[in-house]
């Protein structure tokens, strides 16, 4: 009876409660082990939804992969606002800095398809420009130019 069960759950505040218990209740595994356990690891989390995969074996042992949030999601967390803008080319709704952005790439750089954070950070703003944020007050678009024409080679340095 081993099995997988795909779940979004709210950062470090899972609970046995709907959509873990329902899904939980008729394994094997001790639900409230699977909840603490969620927790611990999605702390960082806070206020995201965020995919957690449960493996699960007829003993009752299980193991927990964390996905990461979307990229869209953990900018508009780090920055502070709600909605992309309507015409993200025009009106932008954040600015970002660039320890901002760098912070964003390392969370997310496990689902990018980069092999080094300066590129990585690269396709964070490329996400950046489709919701109207700036980067360090520029257009994202703009200043990805400025990454790629090597400006900022020595903040990515440290990688």
């Known amino acids: 009876m081993a099995g997988?069960?795909?779940?979004?759950?709210?950062?470090?505040?899972?609970?046995?409660?709907?959509?873990?218990?329902?899904?939980?209740?008729?394994?094997?595994?001790?639900?409230?082990?699977?909840?603490?356990?969620?927790?611990?690891?999605t702390a960082a989390f806070d206020g995201m939804e965020v995919p957690v995969t449960v493996e699960y074996e007829d003993d009752g042992s299980f193991s927990i992969e964390v996905g990461v949030p979307p990229t869209a999601a953990l900018v508009k967390d780090e920055v502070g606002f709600d909605t992309g803008s309507g015409e993200p080319q025009k009106d932008f709704v954040a600015d970002m800095s660039i320890e901002q952005l760098?912070?964003?790439?390392?969370?997310?750089?496990?689902d990018l398809l980069a092999y080094d954070l300066k590129n990585a950070s690269k396709e964070v703003?490329?996400?950046?420009?489709?919701?109207?944020?700036?980067?360090e007050g520029e257009d994202a678009r703009e200043f990805k130019e400025r990454i790629d024409g090597g400006e900022f080679d020595d903040q990515f340095d440290d990688e």
Not at 8 to 24: D, F, I, Q, S, T
Not at 102 to 110: D, G, L, N
Not at 125 to 135: E, N
Request: charged residues 15%; glycine residues 12%.
């Open 4 to 41: 997988t069960i795909e779940v979004l759950v709210p950062g470090g505040k899972a609970n046995p409660g709907p959509p873990l218990g329902p899904e939980l209740g008729p394994t094997p595994v001790d639900v409230q082990d699977v909840v603490n356990q969620i927790n611990d690891q």
């Open 102 to 110: 760098k912070k964003v790439a390392e969370q997310k750089s496990s």
């Open 125 to 135: 703003a490329g996400t950046c420009a489709s919701l109207g944020v700036t980067i």
